[in-house]
């Protein structure tokens, strides 16, 4: 508990001494943004040894917990934090002092945001989450960016909305009443917006597909983790009081999103020719396999099936690191490719053979992003899948098959065909080529993404 | 007493052919003469196996080394030393030492030498090996050994230079080529054999199945006990049929006879030693080694009545075949086709008189065909090696261009006429004692409509030959013609002398027919009771003899002066018709095309139009399109106008709202 509070502080404080950096002075507001980084990691780690911490917990000490949850999402933020900080950094100008504040703060948010129940911790943290990103798209400076973060700042007003009543309908409401079942409905619209879930994603092709990608790096992978986590933990309190009606209710809506979710993500991505506009319609695709593990989370209370929600839970976890690292590594490597331009396909070719660590990490990134063993997306789609194919879950079979799941394999293989595309043209010789600085992210996502990929399964039956 | 060292019998010609294919390679000669000098090794290692065996009084032996072993069966390379299988081996390695001392002239200047020799030599080691072996699946190996290289062999001229084809070019049977070159037909050997090798092993599998054991020894005392298992499953007769069916295609019976006459676009030494003297001899010897082992245990059994119809099959299509391919002699016009038609007549008298087993005295049945195995290996031999020497002169496969090669090569003649009396049946030749032996049974058999085939069988067979001999002998010739070299000269006619020899000490009391009678039943593994060798009745003998010589005389008058009366621009329709249905094989080969090999063609070409039309164009162009379209829609949502982006979000609220209401009701 101590190490949450000191984390917060680290964070908090550099954002702060930020401030105080004379302008120019770009490397010493670096040096005092990965330090802060490093001092959260170190001490979220030390907290988090033994390594024995439930995957989610009821208990918690002045309204944040301590599970596995909380340190995942926490560390997953930091650590791309830290590595996409010194992107911003490196195109030089006057103001990415800013940019680094709006990062320390957004994953300080997150952290909380992925750790507590409070009604009053969640909405600041959320407040502050949203702030710190539309603020960071807005800072680009560039028109695209600017039109993106007014879209987002929009519907995230009105999201917010939702949010303080939803929270509030399901915090105050009776136990087991209608009304805590609405609140929680109302809930889900905010974290369909936050999260990128039709039909309340409509800002996310925009922010992410035409906007500075560095920033949006950093948006697309670690942000929406922490509403998630909110989503779980919410789930996890409400849905085993709920009478059976309104549970299903829940289920249903659930349910109803993801495959929306799945389907419009990648469908639309499979004609897309701008790279930055498909991985923005991947992330909607991929939200809705998150979406389906929470929906079997849900179902999984309802059901009385316990099982599946381990399973669930599990996967969501697993997924979370995949995601965040595989997002952030796609994006930063957009943004070096794309330059001032737009991330079309041609300007990918001939990478294979200018850029070697570049091409190859980002080669098993989106290897990852399909979900191809033994890498450590595989594993993800693989206990969401499994959890959803339950067999007590009878809404989640039809005839005998379950066809959730199904839905969810069938677009992961649809999703193959984009994925490849950009791989392909990667590998493709070109005469006028362009080169990437071997990046760091990336690199390190990949290698990750590799090593944790193959360790997890024995990781888990520890 | 260990037999052992026999088993350099079959060893030897395997190290002749490893040795001779490197040599060849440069010293082509010296092969040759390596190859004919270590084939010497098994002729006479065959010869004491022979004298062994007498001297023993017939016992049989069996040297064993195990080769591999299947959950408990093991799998033993040995001999199995018998009667049958001693005098098989002996037959089979003078042959072929004589043929290989023929090759050595015959072959001189071959590009492919390596190649012959190789193969020859390998085939003679898989053919010892055949007869030889104790164990079925060893047997097998033989078997398929003899396949490989008769392929090789047959289509050894793979170039396909047009004087090496068979048949005539540009001619048509009702839209089949009916000429075959010399690597169409190593692909058909290979074909019709290896088909009909499933049943040879099908029935392998069915009889281990119910015997437990694969050693030749051990099967022929478990017989009763198969026999009777298949009968009560119900499976006798097609188990018979099935594991026959190697036996049948290997001697070129109906229906599979057409790849031995494709198979003379190979050397003639290849067509003296594989497919007149060997090779189809081995489904001969199949039968023989195993039909007594089925009699005598189906008389234990009681179960004779059961197989009787698989001996009926056997004798009605041995007869059909004697009867066929002398139709189709009758008419041919080259000197290795007539032979080949030959052959495979001759077998069909072998198997006829197999098949009379079931009707008459099975041990004489059997030893009438088991003589005229020897015979017919004998002169069979003699004729194709005259053949090929007569090609090589004449520079022609065709007799019509053959004349009077009786001017300057007196030698060959004289072969050539021992050989082709010995086929006609006239005596004192071999050929006459054993196919009287088999006239004669078949006529006391009962089966007269098998007798009347294999009756007229024999005028045609006497009629054609001796057709070939008027045209190429008789005559003036139109140019200086030669004998050919000792080498090739001596193998020749000393076959058509002991084809004669053969037929003189035949019916003497001293005992080598009686001989070879006991070698054959009592003292090969079946055990076959022996009978009395019962006289020659004076009626069918006087019909065979009256055939033969009408035919003999026939031919002679007709083709030494020329004289057309068989030809294809015939007054009389009928008569052309029959001579090009004849002519044309009875269309038997023009009917395989046209229904297996063009039927399947056409399948093929339907199938893969479904699967291009159909699955290529659904999964190459309808569902990507599909798609693509979808894909584009969805895009067309985002428009970009915020007022619509929030309009969409309280769409998603509606929805959930409703979502929550319809639960709330039915709930």
Not at chain 1, 24 to 40: P, R
Not at chain 2, 89 to 96: G, Y
Not at chain 2, 490 to 503: D, E, H, I, N, S
């Amino acid at each position: 508990m101590q190490a949450e509070m000191y984390s917060l502080t680290a964070l908090g404080a550099s954002a702060m001494a930020l401030t105080l950096v004379p302008r120019g002075h770009n490397k010493a507001s670096l040096l005092i943004g990965e330090i802060a980084f490093a001092m959260s990691a170190l001490l979220w780690t030390a907290s988090w040894y033994p390594f024995e911490l439930p995957m989610i917990s009821v208990r918690s000490t002045y309204g944040l917990y301590e599970d596995e949850l909380s340190y995942i999402v926490s560390m997953a933020a930091a650590f791309v934090g830290a590595m996409v900080l010194p992107l911003f950094f490196r195109r030089g100008g006057g103001n990415s002092w800013q940019f680094a504040s709006t990062v320390l703060l957004g994953v300080a948010a997150t952290s909380v945001l992925a750790s507590t129940t409070n009604p009053y911790l969640i909405l600041a943290s959320w407040g502050l989450v949203s702030l710190a990103s539309y603020s960071m798209v807005a800072l680009s400076g560039d028109r695209d960016s600017l039109i993106g973060s007014i879209k987002y700042a929009f519907m995230s007003a009105l999201s917010f909305q939702f949010l303080i009543i939803g929270v509030y309908m399901a915090m105050f409401a009776p136990v087991g009443s209608k009304i805590e079942a609405l609140g929680v409905l109302l809930f889900l619209l905010a974290l369909g917006f936050k999260a990128g879930i039709p039909p309340f994603h409509m800002w996310l092709p925009d922010v992410y597909g035409f906007s500075d990608p560095v920033p949006v790096s950093m948006l697309s992978s670690t942000m929406k983790l922490g509403a998630f986590a909110l989503g779980i933990r919410l789930l996890y309190e409400v849905m085993p009081t709920l009478p059976t009606q309104l549970g299903y209710s829940i289920v249903t809506v659930l349910v109803v999103l993801s495959v929306a979710g799945m389907v419009l993500g990648n469908l639309a991505a499979l004609t897309q020719t701008d790279v930055q506009r498909m991985m923005a319609y991947s992330s909607i695709a991929h939200v809705g396999y998150m979406t389906m593990a929470l929906s079997v989370l849900a179902a999984s209370a309802v059901y009385k099936v316990p099982q599946a929600g381990y399973f669930a839970l599990l996967g969501l976890l697993v997924y979370f690191v995949s995601y965040a690292l595989s997002k952030a590594s796609v994006f930063s490597f957009i943004s070096d490719v794309r330059g001032q331009g737009r991330a079309i396909l041609s300007r990918f070719e001939g990478l294979g053979d200018t850029s070697r660590e570049s091409s190859a990490s980002v080669s098993i990134i989106l290897l990852n992003l399909i979900g191809m063993p033994p890498l450590l997306g595989f594993w993800g789609k693989f206990f969401v899948f499994l959890s959803a194919a339950n067999p007590s879950i009878s809404i989640f079979y039809a005839v005998g098959i379950p066809w959730f799941a199904l839905v969810g394999i069938i677009n992961s293989a649809i999703s193959v065909f984009y994925y490849l595309k950009v791989i392909r043209a990667i590998y493709r010789k070109s005469a006028a080529a362009a080169s990437s600085k071997a990046l760091g992210l990336p690199l390190a996502s990949s290698v990750l993404l590799v090593v944790l990929g193959v360790l997890i399964p024995l990781l888990i039956s520890l | 007493m260990n037999y052992s060292y026999l088993n350099a019998i079959w060893i030897t010609p395997f190290l002749a052919a490893a040795i001779a294919l490197p040599t060849a390679l440069k010293w082509k000669r010296l092969a040759s003469v390596i190859s004919a000098v270590l084939l010497a090794v098994p002729a006479l290692l065959s010869t004491y196996m022979v004298y062994l065996i007498y001297v023993s009084g017939f016992k049989p032996f069996t040297t064993s080394l195990a080769w591999f072993t299947i959950s408990s069966t093991s799998v033993t390379v040995g001999l199995l030393g018998d009667g049958l299988s001693a005098i098989m081996a002996l037959v089979v390695s003078w042959i072929s030492f004589m043929i290989s001392v023929y090759s050595c002239e015959y072959m001189e200047g071959d590009s492919g030498a390596h190649r012959y020799w190789f193969f020859f030599d390998f085939f003679v080691g898989s053919m010892l090996l055949l007869v030889l072996s104790n164990n079925i699946v060893v047997m097998l190996v033989g078997w398929e050994g003899t396949t490989l290289s008769s392929y090789a062999l047959i289509g050894h001229w793979y170039t396909d230079e047009e004087d090496k084809w068979v048949g005539d070019r540009g001619k048509y049977a009702l839209g089949v080529p009916t000429w075959s070159t010399p690597s169409s037909s190593g692909v058909r050997a290979m074909v019709f054999t290896s088909f009909a090798d499933i049943g040879f092993i099908i029935g392998i599998g069915m009889l281990y199945s119910a015997s437990g054991t694969l050693s030749l020894y051990t099967i022929s005392q478990e017989m009763p006990t198969v026999l009777a298992t298949l009968n009560k499953q119900g499976m006798l007769v097609p188990f018979l049929f099935l594991f026959s069916l190697g036996a049948f295609a290997k001697s070129a019976q109906f229906p599979f006879h057409e790849w031995l006459v494709t198979a003379m676009t190979g050397p003639t030494s290849v067509s003296a030693l594989i497919h007149a003297a060997t090779m189809v001899n081995a489904g001969v010897y199949f039968m023989l080694r195993f039909m007594p082992m089925v009699i005598s245990a189906a008389a234990k059994d009681g179960l004779s009545g059961a197989v009787s119809p698989f001996f009926l099959y056997t004798a009605a299509i041995g007869a059909l075949t004697a009867f066929m391919m002398a139709s189709m002699a009758v008419v041919s016009r080259e000197l290795k086709l007539i032979l080949a038609f030959s052959t495979a007549s001759q077998l069909g008298y072998m198997f006829l008189s197999i098949g009379l087993a079931a009707y008459v005295e099975p041990s004489v049945a059997l030893f009438a065909a088991f003589s005229h195995m020897i015979s017919q290996a004998l002169f069979k031999a003699a004729l194709f090696l005259a053949a090929g020497a007569l090609i090589h002169e004449f520079s022609s496969r065709y007799i019509n261009d053959m004349k009077g090669a009786w001017h300057g090569m007196k030698w060959t003649t004289v072969g050539f006429a021992f050989a082709s009396l010995s086929l006609a049946g006239i005596p004192p030749f071999s050929g006459f004692w054993d196919k009287d032996l088999i006239l004669d049974l078949a006529f006391r058999s009962g089966l007269w409509y098998l007798y009347v085939l294999a009756s007229a069988g024999a005028f045609m067979t006497a009629f054609y030959i001796f057709r070939a001999f008027a045209l190429i002998f008789a005559g003036k010739p139109e140019r200086e013609v030669r004998e050919p070299g000792r080498a090739m000269l001596l193998p020749y006619v000393v076959l058509g002398l002991l084809t004669l020899a053969f037929g003189v000490i035949w019916p003497l009391p001293v005992g080598v027919s009686l001989w070879m009678y006991r070698a054959i039943t009592l003292d090969s593994y079946a055990r076959l009771a022996l009978e009395t060798l019962p006289p020659l009745e004076f009626l069918p003998l006087s019909i065979s003899l009256t055939m033969a010589l009408l035919g003999l005389g026939a031919a002679l008058y007709i083709y030494s002066e020329r004289r057309q009366i068989f030809s294809a621009n015939g007054k009389s329709g009928i008569a052309s018709f029959l001579h090009s249905f004849l002519y044309d094989r009875w269309l038997i080969n023009s009917l395989y095309y046209r229904i297996i090999v063009y039927g399947f063609s056409a399948a093929s070409q339907g199938l893969e139009l479904i699967e291009r039309d159909g699955f290529d164009e659904f999964y190459h162009a309808v569902l990507p399109s599909a798609f693509s379209s979808i894909s584009v829609r969805l895009r067309g949502l985002q428009t970009g106008v915020i007022s619509k982006y929030l309009a969409a979000f309280f769409a998603g609220l509606l929805l959930v709202l409703m979502i929550y209401v319809v639960f709330l009701l039915v709930g």
